[in-house]
């Protein structure tokens, strides 16, 4: 199967769910390499687009992805990261899910839950 990575640049775009619970916990973007080392590996790597570089996820946490599946959409151009998380969270901000504020009907936006691991503990600045 080719994924198509020319639509975006080099770059497809990976959700990723708990293959658990079915909870989305984020998005990020995987190049050629990326897959590759997802898919040798079994943990989820990304590629940076700030950094302009792979982004092994749980690196500085040890909050890793290890993947149960890879499946692909039928433009093949946007990937679903089934996985199982280890550790309490995946955002950076220090919440399960980067989907955690949900936006009403006027714009605003509301924290709809709670954090489960002290990000700053463990995060230095910029290892993100």
């Not at 770059?11 to 995987?30: N, R, S």
């Not at 550790?87 to 919440?95: F, I, L, R, T």
Request: charged fraction near 25%.
């Amino acid at each position: 199967m080719q994924l198509d990575f020319e639509k975006m640049g080099g770059l497809v775009p990976a959700v990723v769910q708990d293959a658990g619970t079915g909870e989305v916990l984020m998005v990020g973007f995987v190049n050629r390499e990326a897959m590759r080392e997802t898919l040798t590996t079994g943990n989820v790597t990304f590629f940076s687009r700030s950094r302009n570089e792979l982004w092994r996820k749980g690196e500085t946490s040890g909050h890793r992805l290890k993947l149960v599946q890879a499946l692909v959409d039928c433009d093949a151009d946007t990937l679903l990261f089934r996985v199982i998380p280890a550790g309490p969270g995946v955002c950076h901000e220090g919440y399960r899910s980067c989907f955690f504020r949900e936006i009403a009907a006027d714009g605003s936006a509301a924290v709809i839950a709670k954090p489960t691991f002290d990000a700053g503990a463990v995060y230095q600045k910029g290892e993100v």
